[in-house]
Structures are given as structure tokens and as C-alpha cells.
């Protein structure tokens, strides 16, 4: 937990990412607010909650380029031969871009705030307070589960920052988050439970969700997380001992 609050001061240091972060989740809120403004369809819990989830996630895919990040500032080869591990202090640096996405969903719900000019909508109570609190704990840790698995794919490639926009609309639309007022297609339905992102913005959303739900989140952030030390072994073993990753 040190480790991670470190690098995620290190990770708000860099401009680029506070201006990504806030202002996809402003832009994305807004687009939120006038449309419902003018079609109507979403509540305001459904526009804020989109906006902030997006921008979160938005934030997270910088876990694709933020190894290669660390290799241009000369730093990697230290993470790699730290006495706690590897993969542990790995770790403490992807989940800084997912930790700090977490701050989209208060500036989402601010925004909306500024455009309606009114801080009492669907304000929740002290359960559904809680409840929010809880779902976006949940989104955290899938973000984080999806985040080991991308930094540990992309980091064989030095061009790794140029393909986080090619994660962003594939995983909006497999995870339902587009889906507020209809319901996704049957088979989108069944593929959105793969990824570790639906039942939280369901919790967020104040629908309803079953202990079965729950359950299957666990299963899947879980054989998520298998894949990224899967995949994290493999690229430790390419760099300090076939020597075919760069650390350098």
C-alpha cells in the first residue's frame, strides 16, 4: 500500500495523466448531461456514474505503457532487482493508474453538480452511500485485475502508449457500461460477465444484484489475476534470463 500511494504521487507528477483523467471524465459527463437534457432517458445517478467509470477506466489503460514508461526514466532495472520481489514492486506501479482513475467518480458527480447547478439530486442516503463506496471499491479491483494483464501484454512492445485508445471502446461496450436504459444483447450480456467491471457498475447503479453475481465476479477477477502472474512470470523470465525483454 505505501509502495502504490508512492508511485501514484509519482504517476499525478506527469501532467499528461491528471489531463486525461480529468478531462475525459468532464467531457464524458457533460456529453451525459445534455443529452439527457435533451432526449431525456438516463437518470442523473446513470449519466454521472457513466461518465466517472469511463474516465476510471480511460485512466487505467495507461497500465499498458506505464512499464515502458518506467524504462525511458532509467527506473525499471531498480524494480526489477528490488529485495521485495519483482512482480511485487511491479505491481505497486501498475496499480498507480488504475488507484488514481478512482478519483473520475467524484469529479464526475462534481460536474454534473456545475451543470445542473444543483447538489441534491438523487443524492443518496447513508446505505446507498455505502453501497456506492463499496461498488467503487469493487471497480478498483477489477480495474487493477484487467491493468496487470494489459501492462504484462504490452510491455514487449516499445510502442505500448500508442495503442491504449485500441482498449478503451472495445472494453465500454463487452462490459455494459453503454447499457443504462435497455438492456445489451443476449450474447453481449454473456461476454460482459468475463470481464471484471459489470457487477460494480450494476452496484453503482443500484440494480439489483444476487449472491450468484458476487460469486462470479470472484471467479473472473480472480482467473484475471492467474493470467496477469501468468503472464508476469513469463516477461520476468524474457528479461533476466533469456535476456530477449529490455530492462534497460
Known sequence: MRMTAFHVRQFVSVPYFI??????TIVTTLVQFLAARAWGGI????????GGVIGM?????????????ERFKGTLAHLVIAPIGTLRSLAAVISAAASFGLAALPVAWCTWAAASGSVDF?????????????????????????????AALFVLTPNAIAYEEL??????????????????PPWLAGFSRLLPLSMPFDLLLGRAVTAVDVVGWLVCVSAWLSLAAFLGRRALRMATRAGTLEVI
Open 122 to 150: 438523487t443524492l443518496p442516503g447513508w446505505m446507498g452511500a455505502g453501497r456506492m463506496v463499496a461498488a467503487a471499491l469493487l471497480l478498483l479491483a477489477g480495474c487493477l485485475a484487467l491493468s496487470f494483464v494489459i
Open 43 to 50: 437518470t442523473p445517478t446513470q449519466g454521472w456514474v457513466r
Open 57 to 69: 477506466w480511460t485512466t487505467a489503460t495507461c497500465a499498458a505503457g506505464i512499464i515502458g514508461f
Open 19 to 24: 489531463q486525461l483523467m480529468v478531462f475525459t
Open 167 to 184: 482498449l478503451l471502446v472495445p472494453v465500454f461496450i463487452a462490459s455494459g457500461i453503454l447499457f443504462t436504459s435497455t438492456a445489451p
